[in-house]
């Protein structure tokens, strides 16, 4: 591995980006790299390992037992990446993506901006594997904007990266196998958890029956039978939790809740809130790769060959940012993708790249069963997706609330693009990653279309806001100069 | 808002936030940094002037932007802290000149 720390050190041209450090970005790297492929990862984080495995190679919580196996998994991974012949670009912002060449229907290349240490550069690139995982679900209540009100996840990061442990009276909230695997980390780790309150549907648990055979028979039985062991003993749990706000004038106070028909409140020092996992599709969206309304999950999954290819010519999407199966999948799948590009590369002729793909195919098989039982098990309720009062911000940017919404849909507005010019919700610095889901189902719901027929915001570049001193610092063809300087 | 686990041992790094001088380790982000020294507001919305912390930790929610030696809108969860920083809250919109 070759660590590139300023723009001036990344080669004009590779024959394989890869966007993302996580497991699957890393095992692309790794496939590409051991064929010859010259292979760049760009990814924003400080050191590799994604999310699920976030500061593998440098955390400071040595204690094994605390994160659990799982967690672990990440560290041959990370080895053999950064054993390979990759380059690799930590602490990189990806801002651009887009085909470039002449040739009308066929562009030869595609043009990626990098920029590293607030210095941009073009980058070529004759395959691109986008692999920028998955985010954390919207979860809209009242007081969800409070500071001391964040994802489990982002206490799952501040752990595994930093060491770092909520203080003061903890509340867990919401439903998924992550709720729990954070409430039994952090209480690992030595956090004061004041409850953790339920959100699953208890009708989901029909919806799941039906899957429990190939559960059963799956790689997930055993991780749930540990996690389980885990939370014995833990914190006080209430299920069926229906409403939840987040209380606070500055910050957060205390969450107030109703469950078994009445309404209950906990002083809270930090609310995590968790309710699945989704797709990040900021990248694919914005580049234009077709996407479709996962009906299950409730999210946009962007559509893929069997060699996990995007609608966009020469860009593959691998691991959960092309649907949510978990690390291990990941893993395969990026391996996957790689195969795959090496092929479009000219690298490997078909016969190779299927008997490569074999055994990785297998694997995915494998790993993939079970998944179903806890995407039904595990699927988020209405009311926490789609919040019934008007008064809950669903735009955190711009401040936009549901009612907003409702009233600028009944006004006329027809989806999530008209409503940009409405009220300029998705217009503030997360671009709508926060809100899309949530306006998405709002408009369907308020106008009795489906998801699908709704849509989503159509995104553009930059993914990441830039500097104009990093705009500026792009190398200029003296064409492009002369095209706007007067002698 | 946070501490830290009693085995950390990595290099201690000052920083200032809104001109305090503060303290956190090697490794941190400026968010990290931040929570870890009580900090759990580090901006005002340009849209109403609420106040602001961290949410997600990994750069997909744009909460916990903050001025870094004079530049606005970083995202803090994805910034190293370095040793002297300069780190300031957002209050409102940013400026197209610095006052």
Known sequence: MNRIDAAAALAPRYDLVVI????????????????????????????????????????PVTDRAVLGEDYWRGLPIAERFLASGAD???????????????????????????????????????????????????????????????????????LKAHGLVPEGRVVLAGTGPLLLLVAAQLRAAGATIAAVLDTTPSANRAGAARHLLDFLRSPYLAKGLALLARARGGPRRIAGVTAMRAEGEDRLRAVTFTAGGGEQRIEADVLLLHQGVVPNTTISNAIGCDHHW????????????????????????????????????????????????????????????????????????????????????????????????????????????????????????????????????????????????TVTEIVAAERGISPEQAGTYRLRPPFKPVTVAEIASLPQTNAAVKAVVRY | MFRRLPDHNAETIRFTFDGAPLAARRGDTVAAALLANGIATCRATPAKGTARGPYCLMGVCFECLVTIDGTGNRQGCLVALEEGMRIETQAGARRAVAP
């Open chain 1, 294 to 437: 996962d009906p299950l999950q409730f999210c946009w999954v962007p559509k893929r060959d069997s060699w996990l290819a995007s609608s966009i010519e020469d860009v593959a999407i691998a691991g959960d940012g092309g649907g949510i199966a978990g690390a291990d999948c990941a893993a395969e799948s990026g391996t996957l993708a790689a195969i795959g590009a090496a092929h479009r590369l000219g690298r490997i002729d078909q016969a190779t790249r299927d008997a490569m793909a074999a055994p990785v195919r297998a694997a995915l098989e494998k790993l993939g069963r079970g998944r179903a039982f806890l995407d039904a098990l595990y699927r988020p309720a209405e009311g926490f997706r789609i919040p019934a009062g008007n008064d809950t911000i669903i735009c955190r940017c711009e401040e936009i609330t549901a009612g907003q919404v409702r009233d600028a849909v009944a006004g006329g507005a027809t989806g999530p693009n008209q409503l940009k010019a409405f009220l300029r919700c998705g217009m503030g610095p997360c671009q709508g990653r926060l809100c899309n889901l």
């Open chain 1, 88 to 158: 690799y670009a930590p602490a990189a912002k990806l801002f651009s993506l887009l085909p470039s060449g002449d040739e009308p229907g066929r562009h030869a290349e595609i043009e990626l901006g990098v920029s590293i240490a607030g210095q941009a550069r073009p980058v070529f690139a004759g395959q691109v594997i986008v692999a920028t995982g998955a985010m954390e679900r919207p979860f809209p209540i009242p007081g969800w904007t409070l500071p001391g009100v964040l994802t489990a996840g982002a206490a799952q990061i501040a």
């Open chain 1, 20 to 59: 993302g450090a996580g497991p699957a970005g890393q095992s692309a790297a790794i496939t590409a790299a051991a064929l010859g492929i010259t292979t760049l990862v760009v990814d924003e984080n400080l050191a590799p390992g994604g999310q699920i495995h976030r500061g593998i190679t440098t955390t």
